[in-house]
T-cell receptor, first 112, second 114 residues
Framework: GQNIDQPTEMTATEGAIVQINCTYQ??????LFWYQQHAGEAPTFLSY????GLEEKGRFSSFLSRSKGYSYLLLKELQMKDSASYLC?????????????FGGGTRLMVKP | DSGVTQTPKHLITATGQRVTLRCSPR?????VYWYQQSLDQGLQFLIH???????AKGNILERFSAQQFPDLHSELNLSSLELGDSALYFC?????????????FGDGTRLSIL
């Protein structure tokens, strides 16, 4: 089966840095996505990693280690609007198609 | 705004009924995906269509079916509804369905079964 683990909740202070971890054990791997989801809204794409290493995009960076089945999302200079759930998702092949398997999400609360 | 349109936004119905959820993908996208999000299960993949053909299936119940039409819009049909089907149903689209392409999500349809 597929197993993707993330912490359920995290709290951080405005202006600080926070790291959200994701570990996965899946049959097949075609890359790892991070999505942000505000309560009751659609998930929005943040980053994609398929090779080992760090991808930086503004205040957000994502890291992948395929050998360890591990990824993290790093958020710098936290803002109140960053309070949301962060979803880690592994891309898997389904026959000729594509599917994302999501972790349960990490709810991040940013406090003043 | 992702460019993916889902209707209706909210749906309230009773057990045993049947409903149809509709999705229009972003302009130019050929792939459509359906997901179910409930409080206890998180976001679960249901099915993937590419240019009218079914390409991948997740843990989709037999009571659920989907199709993608020639104009690329998609419909998810849910029948013999049960209380446990209450959830947020998302549609997403991507250009061709390649594994490295981000999926862009619509705002979802919130289904409540009474």
């Amino acid at each position: 089966g597929q197993n993707i683990d993330q912490p359920t909740e995290m709290t951080a202070t405005e202006g600080a840095i926070v790291q959200i971890n994701c570990t996965y054990q899946t049959s097949g791997f075609n890359g790892l996505f991070w999505y942000q989801q505000h309560a009751g809204e659609a998930p929005t794409f943040l980053s994609y990693n398929v090779l080992d290493g760090l991808e930086e995009k503004g205040r957000f960076s994502s890291f992948l280690s395929r050998s360890k089945g591990y990824s993290y999302l790093l958020l710098k200079e936290l803002q109140m609007k960053d309070s949301a759930s962060y979803l880690c998702a592994v891309s898997l092949n389904g026959n000729a198609g594509n599917m994302l398997t999501f972790g349960g999400g990490t709810r991040l609360m940013v406090k003043p | 705004d992702s460019g993916v349109t889902q209707t209706p936004k909210h749906l309230i119905t009773a057990t045993g009924q049947r409903v149809t959820l509709r999705c229009s993908p972003r302009s130019g996208d050929l792939s459509v995906y359906w997901y179910q999000q409930s409080l206890d299960q998180g976001l679960q993949f249901l099915i993937h269509y590419y240019n009218g053909e079914e390409r991948a299936k997740g843990n989709i119940l037999e009571r659920f079916s989907a199709q993608q039409f020639p104009d690329l819009h998609s419909e998810l049909n849910l029948s013999s509804l049960e209380l446990g089907d209450s959830a947020l149903y998302f549609c997403a689209s991507s250009a061709t369905g390649g594994v490295n392409q981000p999926q862009h999500f619509g705002d979802g349809t919130r289904l409540s079964i009474l």
